[in-house]
């Protein structure tokens, strides 16, 4: 499984996906400018909204449950990018959160 930092996701941002597998409480708190929120229990439901052709960066609280998606995802042929340390790191290195749904 592919992977990156919370730095490399602050400088790609802009040119890839990002989605965010947390819960709707999670996500409404805080999360990544312009990220789309697929909670995990919804990725095999929703998958069919995601491009194909498109890298997605995967990110969740810690890493856990993008890990999880980012497993599922591939294996429908999906390019997906795990975040590692996921919105929680994000917050902890000072880096902008969009609030609300």
Request: charged letters at 20%; one cysteine or more.
């Amino acid at each position: 499984m592919k992977e990156v930092t919370v730095n490399e996701l602050k400088s790609d941002l802009g040119s890839v996906s990002v989605v965010d597998v947390r819960e709707r409480d999670e996500f409404s708190m805080g999360h990544v400018a312009g990220a789309v929120h697929v909670p995990l229990a919804m990725v095999p439901i929703r998958m069919n909204e995601l491009d194909r052709s498109t890298t997605h960066y995967l990110i969740c609280q810690s890493g856990g449950r993008s890990a999880q998606a980012c497993a599922f995802l591939e294996q429908q042929g999906y390019d997906v990018v795990n975040v590692i340390g996921g919105t929680g790191t994000w917050i902890d290195s000072g880096f902008p959160v969009e609030v609300g749904a």
